[in-house]
C-alpha cells in the first residue's frame, strides 16, 4: 500500500499529498477502525484490496463508503498502482462493487466523483453505468480538497438488477 500511495502519479488524482511509511500506517489503521459496524446504515467504509489472480500481488484498492462531502451517500472508489493502470482492473473492481452495492448492501444509490483532469477515471465510472450530474461547488472549508470534483450517481432502479452496464 505505501509502495501506491507514495507514487505521487497515485495521488495526483486523490485528496492528499504523497504518503510517508508512518502516514501510510495511520491511514491503514483507520480504514480498520471502520469495519466496527452491524447493519449497512451504521456502515462507514468497507475497502478491499485489489489481488492479481496469477501473482497474488496487491495492485490497489477498491470500496464502498460514506461519501466525505455527503455521508448520507454511499460512493464508489478504487486506486491502482500506475504500473497496472489501463488493463481494465479499475473497472472491474467498480463494476464489482456496484453490484455489491446494490445486491447485497440493498443501497438505493451510489455515487462516483473525480477530478475533472482525471479522464481514466470518469471513463471507469461511465464504463459501469453511472452519470455524469454535475460540478461539485461552494464546498465548506472541511471539504476544500474536493471543490470541482464532478459528480457521478447511479440508482438501483438504473442498475435494474442486471451488470449495471
Known amino acids: 500500500m505505501h509502495a ?3 507514487d505521487p502519479r497515485v495521488v495526483e488524482h486523490l485528496p492528499h499529498e504523497v504518503m510517508s511509511r508512518q ?3 495511520q491511514a491503514l489503521a483507520r480504514i480498520g477502525g471502520s469495519y466496527e459496524f452491524a447493519s449497512v446504515r451504521e456502515m462507514k467504509r468497507c475497502s478491499l484490496a485489489v489481488v492479481l489472480r496469477e501473482t497474488g500481488r496487491v495492485v490497489g484498492w477498491c470500496g464502498v463508503g460514506r461519501l466525505n462531502i455527503d455521508p448520507g ?3 464508489i472508489y478504487y486506486g491502482l498502482a500506475s504500473d497496472h493502470w489501463g488493463r481494465g482492473i479499475a473497472t472491474e ?3 464489482a462493487l456496484t453490484a455489491h452495492s446494490f445486491l447485497a448492501l440493498n443501497l438505493e444509490r451510489v455515487v462516483g466523483i473525480v477530478y475533472p483532469e482525471n479522464a ?3 471513463r471507469v465510472l ?6 455524469y450530474r454535475w ?3 461552494g464546498l465548506p472549508e472541511e471539504h476544500a480538497a474536493f471543490e470541482g470534483v464532478l459528480y457521478f450517481d447511479m440508482t438501483r432502479e438504473e442498475f435494474g438488477g ?4
Not at 461511465?126 to 452519470?131: A, H, P, V
Not at 442486471?162 to 452496464?165: D, N, V, Y
Request: glycine share 10%; net charge negative.
Open 4 to 6: 501506491m500511495l507514495s
Open 23 to 25: 502516514d501510510t500506517e
Open 93 to 95: 473492481s467498480a463494476k
Open 162 to 165: 442486471g451488470s449495471g452496464s
Open 73 to 75: 451517500e454511499f460512493e
Open 120 to 122: 481514466a477515471s470518469r
Open 126 to 131: 461511465e464504463k459501469i453505468g453511472l452519470t
Open 135 to 137: 460540478q461539485v461547488t
